[in-house]
């Protein structure tokens, strides 16, 4: 802790608010995971990573940097990593999923705005994470009006490049996002000072994907009758993948895996009688547990994310077989624009994604997640339900925020929904 105080007073953060932030954290890891039982062993490591959660990444970034290299904050997951690690950079996410920085947010914007979105500029602006302090740009998305206007706030503090998403899904978007990744290997080269070359960004194509594959096993060991692992604990893991090192997360992502296998084996259930639970919507960013908690002690187990925290960020591998770099951007470009964000129109493929992994995940109900204030999701959410239906799959739709007024409130609707399950 003494070399964690030296290294975020050398980053300029407010020590005194951040303690008060420290101080609640491991009461929150012990009464949603640590209460758990029959956890994994191997998931001691995701443990620790949580326990010092703005100590052992932060602290090898610092040594990154005084050794030359560029860390690039992100803020979605169609921001494409492999760009960045081929420039020899680092790229960590800096979603920010907590009520403590909210205030902070609101001294610059509206009250009505996505608690996700006033989280990022209270972290930024109160000093009070070292991820928002140690990246030396910023790569944001118009993913959302919110995040769009809030950059510009963010770009007056710290350097910024946002891409431009297309909004629809033509050949001639996926040509216009195929752009805007070539913008941003121009971007990335001129500040780390670094070229991207072929031989660079097909290696981290490779690495980028390993990552994927192990998440995918990950998920697909949940699909098994008894579940091996707690969605609480699987959502824990997906936050991590955003700013862990990659090489290492896919290695521990598969150790772990190995353990869930002779889990699977031996029959053991974390949950037995709980009903299978699919959480759609919006992203869960670190540390916000609040629906999985909440769904885990009411007699459901989430087995299936379908969130930008779960399968959107690893479903779908980008094509290895390219070998100019103008093939290698198209392949990212098709893969990336394959998420099924709600910022599109028209959506049909994210419809089409949670009924398929319902099936597959043979859950028995869904429970849709909005953030308040995010109108793409909350609006879509309309129609998500009506194609549920059609479907035969039952479905709640939960509004929420950070924290915790609404928690009691929200226990009863998911304990009335799950007994509808039976």
């Known amino acids: 802790m003494a070399d964690n105080y030296a290294m975020w007073k050398e980053l300029g953060m407010d020590i005194e608010t951040h303690d008060m932030l420290c101080e609640v954290l491991p009461g929150a890891i012990g009464d949603v995971f640590m209460s758990q039982e029959n956890r994994p062993e191997k998931m001691d490591f995701f443990d620790m990573v949580l326990a010092d959660v703005h100590g052992i990444r932060p602290a090898e970034l610092v040594e990154f940097r005084k050794n030359g290299g560029k860390v690039f904050g992100t803020f979605c997951a169609y921001v494409p990593d492999e760009v960045i690690f081929a420039a020899g950079g680092i790229a960590t996410g800096l979603c920010a999923g907590s009520q403590f920085w909210v205030p902070g947010g609101e001294r610059y914007l509206p009250a009505n705005t996505c608690p996700l979105i006033k989280a990022m500029l209270g972290a930024r602006f109160d000093k009070t994470c070292p991820f928002y302090r140690l990246a030396d740009m910023y790569i944001g998305e118009n993913t959302c009006d919110g995040k769009k206007k809030a950059y510009e706030i963010l770009g007056t503090d710290v350097p910024m490049h946002v891409m431009d998403l297309p909004q629809m899904k033509r050949d001639k978007d996926i040509v216009k996002w195929a752009d805007e990744i070539k913008e941003l290997i121009a971007v990335v080269e001129e500040v780390t000072g670094n070229k991207v070359t072929p031989e660079a960004l097909s290696e981290e194509i490779k690495v980028i994907n390993a990552k994927r594959q192990a998440l995918q096993r990950l998920y697909d060991l949940r699909k098994n009758a008894k579940a091996p692992i707690s969605g609480t604990d699987t959502l824990l893991i997906s936050q991590i993948a955003y700013y862990d090192d990659p090489k290492r997360f896919t290695q521990m992502v598969n150790v772990l895996c190995d353990e869930l296998d002779q889990r699977v084996a031996d029959g053991v259930d974390v949950a037995p009688g709980a009903k299978r639970i699919l959480i759609s919507g919006t992203p869960m960013a670190i540390p916000n547990w609040k629906m999985h908690n909440i769904i885990e002690t009411s007699g459901g187990v989430v087995v299936c994310e379908e969130t930008c925290t779960g399968t959107r960020y690893f479903e779908g591998q980008v094509d290895e077989s390219g070998e100019t770099l103008d093939e290698m951007v198209m392949n990212i470009a098709e893969r990336y624009m394959g998420i099924n964000c709600a910022c599109f129109t028209p959506n049909e493929g994210r419809f089409d994604d949670v009924i398929r992994l319902a099936k597959e995940y043979n859950v028995d109900g869904v429970i849709d997640v909005n953030l308040k204030f995010c109108t793409t999701y909350d609006i879509e959410g309309y129609t ?21 007024n609404d928690a009691q409130q929200i226990k009863t609707r998911v304990e009335a929904f799950i007994e509808t399950l039976a």
């Open 384 to 404: 998500l339900e009506q194609r549920l239906n059609e479907a035969g799959i039952k479905v709640l739709g939960i509004e929420t925020d950070y924290t915790d």
